[in-house]
């Protein structure tokens, strides 16, 4: 059990706010901080890495206090045991990739683990490289590992997708998913993608202004509903167009592009660029094979 | 000719170099990473060579080191250092000299890095120490290049400093550069001219080799 409280007053350009976060997360579970930018997403994380110091706070794991501000507890972040992978993926660009990884070994910490994490992230490939000679998803996938060598109790990810595009975003997303069950890791991932939200976590905590408006399962929170027995698919509004009562949605499915006719009374807030879940009842589907 | 001034000055140069590097990297460190508040006025003590008049300079460290002052006096007695009029005065006039040149390229170096490079090195439990010699200064072997042989050309190139505070002892304080103003002095322009070609040859090719080096075509030669 991980049991995170924090409060610090931030600058953003909005002007003055206020992070006050408060959550328990299980062992073991996935979980995404889901919310615009200049929510607090990304404060929230450097907190618990103990690269922030908050005004007020507790963070403990398993029951090991890093932070306790009523008792003046504050662990470096060299001592907390948590990996980090950042958006910029951070790889020391003087040093190959093994040597990116080697580098991140304790001192008496066997080898065995680096060629067990070049396996499961296929980079063998790219042992003797140096960092700038990769793609994006290539030194995303080196900045996993290497945050995974010295086994960390828990793993924070700083929107690492985002720069990414779709083909390898979901193949990283992938990587991460498994190296999460397979070290039974609690991961806290940064995304403001509904659909990495959707695929990646079982539980979704939504930031606005520095507060946790929502939380909860995934598909729970983004459908106002629960529709079980649905088929449910996520998408983005590119055009919306107005005809009569009715509205003429042009919504981008993953790298499909699907036009869609709904009511314009039942829907009256939708607007360009929403995240949507287009669902549709299990029982009269209309199903053609793919070749 | 005599080859003394050139020796001692490259020797000046050497040693001085050799103390700024020592001296700058953790200075250049605090000052690209520290939020302190006198942070500015540290800032601008370190620059001050670069506006103030040599001759302001060495006419304050005459003054301060010299034994008939208190401090001066005190370094005689205490330390058996007399830095007025001697090599070791030059070497620490050198020192604060030179002292922008080395630090500005190697602060500028360590701000230019990514933070994350820094955060990511903590979160791999690494002390601030390893961080420094295993990924901050690899990163930054250009600044250190550029801030070594600016400090070590510039300090080549003193004159008002080194004349104030060293006077044109030979074989102790007449560096190249005075002997050149001395040669001109007693009208000896072939001597002055054969120590300024040197001078002249000798900086250059300095500069075009960092130039060369920092510019990557080295590399793309050799590839």
Request: net charge neutral.
């Amino acid at each position: 059990m991980i049991e995170i409280f924090l409060q610090k007053k931030l600058n953003s350009s909005s002007g003055d706010m206020l992070l006050d976060f408060k959550t328990e997360i299980e062992t073991g579970q996935f979980v995404t901080l889901y919310g615009k930018s200049g929510a607090g997403k990304t404060s929230t994380l450097r907190i618990i890495a103990g690269l922030l110091r908050p005004d007020l706070g507790k963070i403990s794991i398993h029951g090991n206090i890093l932070l306790d501000s009523s008792q003046k507890i504050n662990l470096p972040p060299q001592k907390r045991k948590i990996g980090f992978v950042f958006q910029d993926y951070a790889l020391f660009p003087n040093m190959t990739i093994f040597e990116n990884l080697s580098f991140a070994l304790h001192k008496n910490q066997s080898k065995k683990i680096l060629d067990e994490l070049i396996e499961i992230m296929e980079i063998g490939d790219l042992r003797n490289q140096k960092p700038y000679r990769l793609s994006g998803g290539q030194q995303q996938r080196v900045a996993v590992a290497r945050a995974l060598v010295q086994k960390p109790e828990l793993l924070l990810l700083d929107e690492p997708l985002s720069a990414l595009d779709e083909e390898m975003r979901s193949k990283i997303q992938k990587y991460i998913l498994e190296v999460h069950r397979e070290y039974s890791l609690t991961t806290i991932l940064i995304s403001h993608d509904l659909a990495e939200v959707l695929k990646m976590s079982d539980h979704v905590l939504v930031l606005d202004h520095g507060k946790i408006i929502q939380k909860g399962h995934p598909l729970e929170i983004f459908s106002n509903e629960k529709m079980s027995g649905n088929f449910q698919i996520t998408g983005e509004i590119v055009s919306i167009i107005n005809q009569n009562e009715q509205l003429i949605l042009t919504i981008l499915i993953g790298k499909e592009i699907a036009k869609i006719v709904v009511n314009k009374n039942e829907n009256p807030y939708l607007s360009l660029g929403d995240n949507v879940v287009i669902s549709s009842p299990s029982f009269q589907p209309t199903i053609k094979k793919l070749n | 000719m005599d080859w003394e001034p050139l020796f001692l000055t490259f020797k000046l140069a050497f040693v001085t170099t050799i103390i700024l590097l020592l001296v700058s990297i953790p200075l250049a460190y605090w000052l690209a990473f520290s939020k302190s508040k006198i942070k500015p006025i540290i800032e601008t003590l370190v620059s001050m060579p670069l506006v103030l008049p040599p001759t302001v300079l060495g006419f304050y460290l005459l003054i301060a080191f010299s034994p008939s002052n208190g401090f001066g006096q005190w370094l005689d007695e205490w330390l058996g250092l007399r830095l007025v009029f001697s090599f070791e005065g030059l070497v620490f006039a050198s020192v604060i000299y030179s002292l922008p040149f080395m630090v500005h390229p190697i602060q500028s170096g360590f701000s230019n890095l990514s933070k994350s490079l820094l955060e990511a090195s903590y979160m791999l439990g690494k002390s601030k120490l390893t961080t420094l010699f295993k990924i901050l200064l690899p990163n930054i072997k250009p600044s250190l290049l550029t801030g070594i042989v600016l400090a070590f050309a510039h300090t080549i190139g003193e004159f008002g400093v080194v004349l104030m505070i060293g006077g044109n002892m030979p074989g102790v304080t007449k560096v190249a550069s005075i002997a050149i103003y001395d040669e001109v002095e007693s009208l000896n322009y072939s001597a002055a001219n054969s120590y300024s070609l040197i001078l002249f040859a000798l900086t250059f090719s300095i500069l075009l080799l960092v130039y060369i080096v920092n510019g990557g075509y080295l590399k793309r030669f050799w590839k």
